[in-house]
Each structure stands twice: as C-alpha cells, then as structure tokens.
Antibody
C-alpha cells in the first residue's frame, strides 16, 4: 500500500537546523510531488512548500523562503525538508504528504505520520 | 487565498446531521479538499475536487459547492467522526487551509 514514513522526533536549540526525512513506498516515487505541512501545538495546518520528485522543482511558502530547502533522493524514494535558523515558533509537528494530480484536480494523499520538532534552549 | 470555516466548533450527538461551511476569499472553482484529523494523528483525505468522495471513506460524508462557498456534510454522525475537519484550497499557490472545525460530543 502507498505509505510515507517519516523520521523520528527532534529537539533542537534556537539557531540550529533540522532535516526531516519522508520515505515513500508502494508507488512510483518520481510520478508524484511531495508537499510539507506543519502544525504548531494546538494550531491549524500550514503549508510549507512542494517539491517535484520528477525533476526537483520546488515552490516554497513565502514566509519560509531562505530558511527552508526541500530535496529528494530518487535512489531511495526519500524526500527531505531542512529548516535552518530555528526559532521557538518553529516548534511543530511536520508532515509530508504525496501530491496527487488527476485530470487537473489536485489533493494530498496519503500523509506521513508526522515528526515532532521541538525548538528549545 | 484565505479560507474561513464555520462554525469553529460544534457539539453534536450520534445520528445528527452535521454541516460545515468553508468560504474562500476569491473563486477557486472546485479546487477544494476536505480532511479529517483526530488527536495525535495525521490528516486523512475525505473529499477532493469539492465533491468527490475518496475511496474507502464512508458514504455518510459528502461535499458540495464551487467558486467561493463549499460545504461538508455528515449525514448521520458516528462515534468515530468526532474530530477536527479542515478545508484546503489547491487553486493556486500558496496552498492554504481553513482554520478547522472541531466536532465533539454533546
């Protein structure tokens, strides 16, 4: 079955970087994009950006431009999201999700299980 | 594109009909999806293209609307439906989500 499995929880100090992985299985990795979404404690969902697993093209949320980098490794069917210069308000659960595009319609399915990133001194 | 949802929360009983509304700040055609999220879990896709039920999702869930106004309806609320529901627009970047509607037990 189609599945996205993310790396484990991280604790980082302010100013550090974090890199979260998302390993895909059950489908042809390069045929879909991957989006990243985060959710601060008790808050809603925030889209962070998208990467094409086919050619590596990216589109990042403006508020994260310059701090976020999304990459893929097609040899291992894994997507990565790196966030730099971490602040306390980056504390959140980070999700990856497969972008499905069919007949010009678009949705996210499935989602990874989430990775908690805690930023604390 | 901003999305608003109403209500922000509601209390309902098993068997109730529940309707959640999502409004977009500008027209998004039918580029809208609905997700269900339970505490500590990832969101789960319910509806895409405003009204298409995702495979495996119970038929008591339905979606409608186009342009700026959309609804998610649960025809007969079941115990497993108590959760938070989010709408999402995919008409243009940046993709945005509504603030969520929490459905809990009356």
């Amino acid at each position: 079955q189609v599945q996205l499995v993310q790396s484990g929880a991280e604790v980082k100090k302010p100013g550090a970087s974090v890199k979260v992985s998302c390993k895909a299985s059950g489908y042809t990795f390069t045929s879909y994009g991957i989006s990243w979404v985060r959710q601060a404690p008790g808050q809603g969902l925030e889209w962070m950006g998208w990467i094409s697993a086919y050619n590596g093209n990216t589109n990042y949320a403006q508020k994260l431009q310059g701090r976020v980098t999304m990459t893929t490794d097609t040899s291992t069917s894994t997507a990565y999201m790196e966030l730099r210069s971490l602040r306390s308000d980056d504390t959140a659960v980070y999700y990856c999700a497969r972008d499905v595009v069919v007949a010009a319609q678009y949705w996210f399915d499935p989602w990874g299980q989430g990775t908690l990133v805690t930023v604390s001194s | 594109i901003q999305l608003t949802q109403s209500p922000s929360s509601l209390s309902a009983s098993v068997g109730d009909r529940v309707t959640i509304t999502c409004r977009a700040s500008q027209g998004i055609s039918s580029y809208l999806a609905w997700y269900q999220q339970k505490p500590g879990k990832a969101p789960k896709l319910l509806i895409y293209a405003a009204s298409t039920l995702q495979s495996g999702v119970p038929s008591r869930f339905s979606g409608s609307g186009s342009g700026t106004d959309f609804t998610l309806t649960i025809s007969s609320l079941q115990p497993e439906d108590f959760a938070t529901y989010y709408c999402q627009q995919l008409n243009s970047y940046p993709v945005t989500f509504g603030p969520g509607t929490k459905v809990d037990i009356k």
